[in-house]
């Protein structure tokens, strides 16, 4: 079966301009992750979805940081007006309870670089 | 607030022989479980192992085996027999067995395999 897949893989975008970023979870998985990592860093929380429900928003770093799964199954992570500080690998994970551990899958991730 | 720790930014092996990353943690909670993640150059997480912090027993997983100490709040991971498709990234994750279900990551252990 299918992994989680992210599109796109590699995206440019000038500071100022508004990004939107997709992730398709693995199918029948209820909960979804996004995830920052900086270069050379460990992943960081940035919310979490169960179905279209998007129960932890915490980790999200500022209003500029958007998510949404309005269907339950694919997620967008929009980003609007770039900073710098965005540029940054975001990792999309899914998980099922019927997996040990509810382990979470990743995807290959969307590299943003904001110039 | 959890943390996880990796003091280890890199560490080298020879293929055939043995390595330890080393991993601590540090959480008020009962009820977790700890995971050892892999990151190779394509950026595709994958999970190596897991265990659960109730189990006293360490986990195994072919040449991959874990010293979980509880009460040190350490969760090494040993790498037997290492094999050039062992270089990677490699993070520790710990996920709250309550509190809900992101997980928090330490920063990564870069290893490379020698031939």
């Known amino acids: 079966g299918a992994g989680v897949s992210q599109s796109p893989r590699y995206k440019v975008a000038k500071r100022g301009q508004d990004v939107a970023l997709r992730c398709d979870p693995i199918?029948?998985?209820?909960?979804l992750f996004w995830y920052q990592q900086a270069l050379g860093q460990g992943p960081e929380f940035l919310t979490y979805?169960?179905?279209?429900?998007?129960?932890?928003k915490s980790g999200l770093p500022s209003d500029r940081f958007f998510a949404e799964r309005p269907e339950g199954s694919v997620s967008t992570l929009k980003i609007q007006r770039t900073q710098q500080e965005d540029s940054a690998v975001y990792l999309c994970?899914?998980?099922?309870?019927?997996?040990?551990?509810?382990?979470?899958?990743f995807g290959p991730g969307t590299r943003l670089t904001v110039t | 607030a959890q943390t996880v720790t990796q003091s280890q930014p890199e560490m080298s092996v020879q293929e055939a022989e043995t390595v330890t990353l080393s991993c601590t943690y540090d959480t008020s909670e009962s009820d977790y479980y700890l995971f050892w993640y892999k990151q190779p150059p394509s950026r595709q997480m994958i999970l190596v192992i897991r265990q659960e912090a109730y189990k006293q027993q360490n986990a195994t997983e072919n040449r991959f085996s874990v010293n979980f100490q509880k009460a040190a709040k350490s969760f090494s991971l040993k790498i037997s027999d290492s094999q050039l498709g062992d270089a990677a990234m490699y993070f520790c994750a710990y996920r709250s067995g309550t509190s809900g279900s992101r997980l928090t990551f330490g920063e990564g252990t870069q290893l490379t395999v020698n031939p």
């Open positions: 994970a899914s998980s099922t309870r019927e997996a040990p551990l509810y382990e979470q899958y």
């Open positions: 979805f169960q179905n279209e429900a998007q129960l932890d």
């Open positions: 199918s029948g998985h209820v909960s």
